[in-house]
Nanobody, 123 residues
Framework: QVQLVESGGGLVQAGGSLRLSCAASGRTFYSTGWFRQAPGKEREFVAAIKWRSWIATRYADSVKGRVTISRDSAKNTVHLQMNSLKSEDTAVYYC?????????????????WGQGTQVTVSS
């Protein structure tokens, strides 16, 4: 089992920044993904990082250039730095852990999920 706890969400004005964190405990895993779900929409991929054998990152086109995913191995925490936020970034953000054999961008690529943190961007 893996326990994931997201933090860092909140209310921010358009153009602002937030840093989300995903703190993990439990069994070992080798990738973390961030997804988001806006009201009335399906959950969608945001970014992912893997560290099995080598480190790799992947971003959705909608956030590329505005979002950076990183890992603090000492704290077993993955961060999602989000800059130049837009109203369309408003959603509940979830982190998820996976085995890290690849770097997929679908929910099937991840096994355990956190409870989510709300991000609201006001225009």
């Amino acid at each position: 089992q893996v326990q994931l706890v997201e933090s860092g969400g909140g209310l921010v004005q358009a153009g602002g920044s937030l840093r989300l964190s995903c703190a993990a405990s439990g069994r070992t895993f080798y990738s973390t993904g961030w997804f988001r779900q806006a009201p009335g929409k399906e959950r969608e991929f945001v970014a992912a990082i893997k560290w099995r054998s080598w480190i790799a990152t992947r971003y959705a086109d909608s956030v590329k250039g505005r979002v950076t995913i990183s890992r603090d191995s000492a704290k077993n925490t993955v961060h999602l730095q989000m800059n130049s936020l837009k109203s369309e970034d408003t959603a509940v953000y979830y982190c998820a852990s996976g085995p890290g054999y690849g770097l997929g961008n679908t929910e099937r690529d991840f096994e355990y999920w956190g409870q989510g943190t709300q991000v609201t961007v006001s225009s």
